[in-house]
Structure formats: structure tokens, C-alpha cells
């Protein structure tokens, strides 16, 4: 088991990596390891694993990288093994605990702008998604524009969001930052949609599955999510 570490207000990772790993050069190191991209990214409360120095060693690019992200999960209870116990983080009035933002929710930075769904003025850069998917989903970006698609991604509808599923009461994928949607407007729930086959077909080669997959009123030809059984 690796050591953790619950950060204090007014902690950075330079200070951290100083305490906890004996050297403030080890920062960007120890953000890294826990899946943060963004240096000052940090709140107090946010739990930290530090890396052992056998896992350090003997160099970060001699180290072969391992599955670079988990398998998709096949049910609930795969998701919150996965990633991460979010049912644990709701709190009575149904709000989430921003412990849970900070802990497994990231800013990927995308390849390439896509408009906003909402606002078509304005272009996202990055998506807020779970960090361990954040690698896959600056892949599935990249091959998007590898293979010529760009132009099947109209706008980006957004991808972690905490809120409970729409048809029911259970928290939505998009609550793990493990979903994300794509040209909303006119691939509207209990649709067919007008999404393109190669853009499904590219997605769903990740591990992804489509919501246009599901029957009736459920279909959702927006939605992709990197889990299924749920
Ligand atoms: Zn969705």
C-alpha cells in the first residue's frame, strides 16, 4: 500500500514533496502520480498517495508504462471500484462533496478547440474528466482528428458534471467524469440522432460505449461512457 497523505490548507506540492518524498524537486513527480496535471490544483482535504522511492526509480522514462488506464467497468459496483466510491461523497441535500472534484476530477487539455455545445460562440479547449480516463481521452481526440473526423464533432456537450441520471434517481456516469456528449442538439434522448457511424464506430474502439445503443426512451445518441451495466 502506498502512503497517503491528506493535504492542509495552504499546502503545495513543492512543500509535499519536501516533507513527504524529501525533495521539493519531486513536486511535479508527485502530482503526476496522482493523476493532476495542473500544479495548483491542490485543497485542503485532498488525499495524496506519495510514491515510494522503489517506485520512482530508476528513472520515470525508463519505466515501462504500464495499462496507461483501467479496463471499462460492467456494473455499478465495477464503477465504484474503478473509480472511486461517489455515493460515499453525496451528502444529505444530494449536493457533492467538493472533496470528490478534487480528489478524481482533472482539466485534460484537448488537441484541438470544439465549440460549445450551449454556446457556439464559445470553443472548449479541455474537458473535466476523471483522471484516470484523462490519457484515453486526449487519444480519442487525437485519432478523431488522425482519421479525418473532426469534422463529425459539431460542438462538445460536456463531460464531468455531478448530477443524478436523468431517467432515475442514481447518479449519472457524467457524475464520475467517466461520460462525455457530443453534438447535443441534434442527438437529443429517445432519438435517433445524426451521429456519425465512424465517429461511433472510432469511440467505441476505446471501450466506450454509445447510448445510442440503448432502446427507447433511454436511447441517448449524444452520450458515450466508459463503462456499461449501469
Ligand atoms: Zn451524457
Redesign the pocket.
Same mark, same amino acid.
Given at each position: 500500500m502506498a502512503k497517503t497523505y491528506t493535504a492542509v490548507k495552504g499546502d503545495t506540492y513543492r512543500k509535499i514533496a519536501a516533507a513527504m518524498m524529501g525533495d521539493p524537486q519531486l513536486a511535479a513527480t508527485l502530482a503526476d502520480y496522482n493523476g493532476i496535471l495542473d500544479l495548483k490544483q491542490i485543497v485542503a482535504g485532498q488525499q495524496l498517495s506519495i510514491p515510494a522511492a522503489r517506485d520512482l526509480a530508476p528513472s520515470r522514462a525508463a519505466r515501462p508504462r504500464a495499462a496507461a488506464w483501467p479496463a471499462p467497468p460492467t456494473s455499478l459496483q465495477g464503477i465504484l471500484d474503478t473509480f472511486g466510491n461517489l455515493l460515499a461523497y453525496v451528502r444529505d441535500d444530494a449536493t457533492v462533496d467538493p472533496k470528490w472534484e478534487a480528489q478524481f476530477i482533472v482539466r485534460q487539455p484537448l488537441p484541438y478547440a470544439i465549440p460549445l455545445d450551449w454556446d457556439t460562440s464559445q470553443s472548449v479547449t479541455a474537458v473535466r474528466c476523471h483522471k484516470l480516463l484523462a490519457p484515453l481521452l486526449l487519444q480519442v481526440f487525437e485519432q478523431i482528428a488522425a482519421r479525418g473526423l473532426r469534422g463529425t464533432v459539431k460542438t462538445y456537450g460536456g463531460c464531468y458534471v455531478y448530477r443524478p441520471k436523468r431517467n432515475g434517481a442514481k447518479p449519472s456516469t /457524467?457524475s464520475w467524469g467517466i461520460?462525455f %456528449?457530443l453534438n447535443v442538439r441534434t442527438n437529443q434522448m429517445g432519438t435517433a440522432g445524426d451521429m456519425d457511424p465512424r465517429l461511433v464506430e472510432l469511440i467505441e474502439s476505446f471501450g466506450f460505449l454509445w447510448?445510442g445503443r440503448w432502446a427507447g426512451r433511454g436511447k %441517448?445518441p449524444? /452520450?458515450f461512457q466508459y463503462c456499461s451495466g449501469y
Amino acid at each position: 500500500m502506498a502512503k497517503t497523505y491528506t493535504a492542509v490548507k495552504g499546502d503545495t506540492y513543492r512543500k509535499i514533496a519536501a516533507a513527504m518524498m524529501g525533495d521539493p524537486q519531486l513536486a511535479a513527480t508527485l502530482a503526476d502520480y496522482n493523476g493532476i496535471l495542473d500544479l495548483k490544483q491542490i485543497v485542503a482535504g485532498q488525499q495524496l498517495s506519495i510514491p515510494a522511492a522503489r517506485d520512482l526509480a530508476p528513472s520515470r522514462a525508463a519505466r515501462p508504462r504500464a495499462a496507461a488506464w483501467p479496463a471499462p467497468p460492467t456494473s455499478l459496483q465495477g464503477i465504484l471500484d474503478t473509480f472511486g466510491n461517489l455515493l460515499a461523497y453525496v451528502r444529505d441535500d444530494a449536493t457533492v462533496d467538493p472533496k470528490w472534484e478534487a480528489q478524481f476530477i482533472v482539466r485534460q487539455p484537448l488537441p484541438y478547440a470544439i465549440p460549445l455545445d450551449w454556446d457556439t460562440s464559445q470553443s472548449v479547449t479541455a474537458v473535466r474528466c476523471h483522471k484516470l480516463l484523462a490519457p484515453l481521452l486526449l487519444q480519442v481526440f487525437e485519432q478523431i482528428a488522425a482519421r479525418g473526423l473532426r469534422g463529425t464533432v459539431k460542438t462538445y456537450g460536456g463531460c464531468y458534471v455531478y448530477r443524478p441520471k436523468r431517467n432515475g434517481a442514481k447518479p449519472s456516469t /457524467h457524475s464520475w467524469g467517466i461520460a462525455f %456528449d457530443l453534438n447535443v442538439r441534434t442527438n437529443q434522448m429517445g432519438t435517433a440522432g445524426d451521429m456519425d457511424p465512424r465517429l461511433v464506430e472510432l469511440i467505441e474502439s476505446f471501450g466506450f460505449l454509445w447510448g445510442g445503443r440503448w432502446a427507447g426512451r433511454g436511447k %441517448d445518441p449524444m /452520450h458515450f461512457q466508459y463503462c456499461s451495466g449501469y
